[in-house]
Nanobody, 123 residues
Framework: QVHLVESGGGLVQAGGSLRLTCTTS????????MAWFRQAPGKEREGVAD???????TYADSVKDRFTISKDNAKRTLYLQMNSLKHDDTAMYYC?????????????????WGQGTQVTVSS
């Protein structure tokens, strides 16, 4: 069974940075499009950033120029570097894999999810 495990969340002041990590097991990591999503209380889960198998990334408009997605195939790890954090970035952040197709930033396009890591940005 595939496991996705996120880490790196925490409490940070506005303007600060965090780096989220998603590690995988039993997944041909380099063959999968993977993504980061987030969900704030009372809101729908939204796509933040994704990276396909050849390293091409897309970002939600709300995080462009602040967040960077990357991966290390040898370490089977997906990263999300988050800079210039804002209070509105506060959410549970999830790693997703096993992309079915369609919009790479749509949650219904993924079959595997991690348990999430909480990011809280104080204003």
């Amino acid at each position: 069974q595939v496991h996705l495990v996120e880490s790196g969340g925490g409490l940070v002041q506005a303007g600060g940075s965090l780096r989220l990590t998603c590690t995988t097991s039993r997944l041909p990591f380099e063959d999968f499009t993977m993504a980061w999503f987030r969900q704030a209380p009372g809101k729908e889960r939204e796509g933040v950033a994704d990276m396909n198998t050849v390293g091409s990334a897309t970002y939600a408009d709300s995080v462009k120029d602040r967040f960077t997605i990357s991966k290390d195939n040898a370490k089977r790890t997906l990263y999300l570097q988050m800079n210039s954090l804002k209070h509105d970035d506060t959410a549970m952040y999830y790693c997703a894999a096993e992309f079915f197709g369609g919009n790479r930033l749509a949650p219904n396009g993924y079959g595997k999810w991690g348990q999430g890591t909480q990011v809280t940005v104080s204003s």
